[in-house]
T-cell receptor
Framework: QKEVEQDPGPLSVPEGAIVSLNCTYS??????FMWYRQYSRKGPELLMY????GNKEDGRFTAQVDKSSKYISLFIRDSQPSDSATYLC??????????FGDGTTLTVKP | EAQVTQNPRYLITVTGKKLTVTCSQN?????MSWYRQDPGLGLRQIYY???????DKGDVPEGYKVSRKEKRNFPLILESPSPNQTSLYFC?????????????FGPGTRLLVL
């Protein structure tokens, strides 16, 4: 069983929709929770970062962590065609080990 | 400009021929890491380094070596490449392992082993 499981997708939504991307994890040692966006043929870029349970907002993006359920989510409000990309959750231990989900490919249609 | 550079960007080689992929960062970051990305498997960590002369295995270290003799450089060495190491490789760096919000990724190296 993988330590980090991500909803596989692909996901296709109309412009303006609310998008929910989800991951679960199994290792309680994980302490840092991140979401990356990766456009085709590019390296991942960090979108959101948190280390505690609860919500963290940044513009149209909200990262949610529930440590008791070992569940993390990324919500995108008012989705735009420019949000079309692959989204990767990543979870790190304090010792520097980093584990990524397999990614969810999102397409936002105009 | 703050950046992580990788060389080469594209490489075709044959089984068993030793190769090195270089990674360099100009941000004085302590933490550096190598990942490989394969279709449907996401990013998997190969090795990481918390600082000079400190390296540790990630999830898929077999067949790879790394060294960290200088803070800015973190080369990935394939002593005897095999076709199952054909992949897209990313190097990344961040200020420290506790500050992943500043992790920068390089542009990627696409490797084909025949």
């Amino acid at each position: 069983q993988k330590e980090v499981e991500q909803d596989p997708g692909p996901l296709s939504v109309p412009e303006g929709a609310i998008v929910s991307l989800n991951c679960t994890y199994s290792n309680s040692a994980f302490q840092y929770f991140m979401w990356y966006r990766q456009y085709s043929r590019k390296g991942p870029e960090l979108l959101m970062y948190t280390y505690s349970s609860g919500n963290k907002e940044d513009g149209r993006f909200t990262a949610q962590v529930d440590k008791s359920s070992k569940y993390i989510s990324l919500f995108i409000r008012d989705s735009q065609p420019s949000d079309s990309a692959t989204y990767l959750c990543a979870i790190n231990t304090n010792a520097g080990k980093s584990t990524f989900g397999d990614g969810t490919t999102l397409t936002v249609k105009p | 400009e703050a950046q992580v550079t990788q060389n080469p960007r594209y490489l075709i080689t044959v089984t068993g021929k030793k190769l090195t992929v270089t990674c360099s960062q100009n941000m004085n970051h302590e933490y550096m890491s190598w990942y490989r990305q394969d279709p449907g498997l996401g990013l998997r960590q190969i090795y990481y380094s918390m600082n000079v002369e400190v390296t540790d295995k990630g999830d898929v270290p077999e067949g790879y070596k790394v060294s960290r003799k200088e803070k800015r450089n973190f080369p990935l060495i394939l002593e005897s490449p095999s076709p199952n190491q054909t992949s897209l490789y990313f190097c990344a760096s961040s200020l420290s392992q506790g500050f992943q919000e500043t992790q920068y990724f390089g542009p990627g190296t696409r490797l084909l082993v025949l």
